[in-house]
């Protein structure tokens, strides 16, 4: 559980092109078991600088997971199991705007979710819960990665959508279009409903966005294609794992809970009377809801 006094335990998730944490000490890895079926790979965990931290590669080992075969679910809540309070996605993503070009990262501040092919809460049938999505990411995380991100002199912006379409495959020209006349800055395939995930679990979570290429309505440049895409992603996980290093001091001895409430965000989000709730249900949700639960 997440709660006044709980250490912090950073959980990275690596996305395509990020498979390993540099750095890592005491390092162990274990295939942890959810209700909600099997992670995408064994939790690595370890110690940087001191402080605890636990890796999953979002796809797998080798990139063996699709955006839409991941098992979201699996993952947030063998991350909660493993004792994450804190989880920082990076994510590989398209730009939709002429500023931001491959190499740059983007501190995600809101999500556009166009996927339909997922799971995409905790809860349902037996114990319905409603969590406030207004701001999908945590403010604190973001300037605490803002800070590391200026300290390395790192091609960061702060704020900006993103923009999650369901996949494998790249937009047309004309959902580009569309997704730039919504003011979106990046596009990608997988942060959504990670992050919905995580707030239903109580942990708080930014996006690293990293951008590779333009979508495909920058008519100066090439069509994507994962060649391309591959030959920036080898330089965007080299900064990756530095903006890992550097946030990593900011981030730890966090002695109290998430003061913009994150660890205690079903506080007001159950709905389902207690007697009326399955305990079959509330079995799943040992570690997601166990605080409230």
């Given at each position: ?16 092109g990020l498979y390993d944490i540099a750095g890592l000490e005491d390092v ?60 920082i996605s990076l994510s590989a993503v398209g730009s939709l705007r002429e ?195």
């Open positions: 559980m997440t709660q006044a006094g709980c250490p912090t335990v950073i959980g990275v998730i690596g996305g395509s162990r890895r274990e295939a942890v078991a959810t209700p909600f079926g099997t992670p995408s790979a064994d939790l690595v965990f370890g110690t940087l600088d001191g402080q605890k931290m636990v890796f999953l590669p979002r796809h797998g080992q080798g990139h063996v997971q699709s955006p839409t075969s991941l098992n979201y679910r699996a993952n947030i809540d063998a991350l909660k199991r493993a004792g994450v309070t804190e989880i500023e931001l070009a491959p190499g740059d990262f983007v501190i995600v501040d809101q999500f556009i979710d166009r996927s339909f092919a997922r799971e995409k809460s905790f809860f349902g049938e037996g114990c319905v819960a409603h969590v406030s999505m207004a701001d999908p990411v945590c403010g604190r995380l973001g300037d605490a990665l803002e800070g590391a991100a200026a300290a390395l002199d790192a091609p960061a912006v702060r704020g900006g959508t993103y923009l999650v379409m369901e996949g494998p495959q790249f937009s047309t020209r004309a959902e580009s279009a569309l997704y730039r006349s919504w003011n979106c800055a990046v596009i990608g395939m997988t942060n959504m409903p990670e992050a919905k995930l995580a707030r239903e679990a109580e942990m708080c979570y930014a996006t690293v966005a990293m951008v590779t290429d333009y979508d495909c309505w920058h008519d100066g440049h090439d069509d994507v294609s994962v060649d391309a895409i591959i030959a920036v992603l080898v330089a965007n996980a080299e900064k990756a794992r530095d903006l890992v290093r550097a946030v990593t001091p900011i981030l730890a001895g966090r002695g109290q809970a998430c003061h913009q409430g994150c660890h205690t965000a079903l506080d007001t989000a159950l709905i389902t009377a207690p007697e009326a709730r399955d305990p079959a249900m509330l079995a799943r949700l040992d570690a997601v809801a166990g605080r409230v639960l």
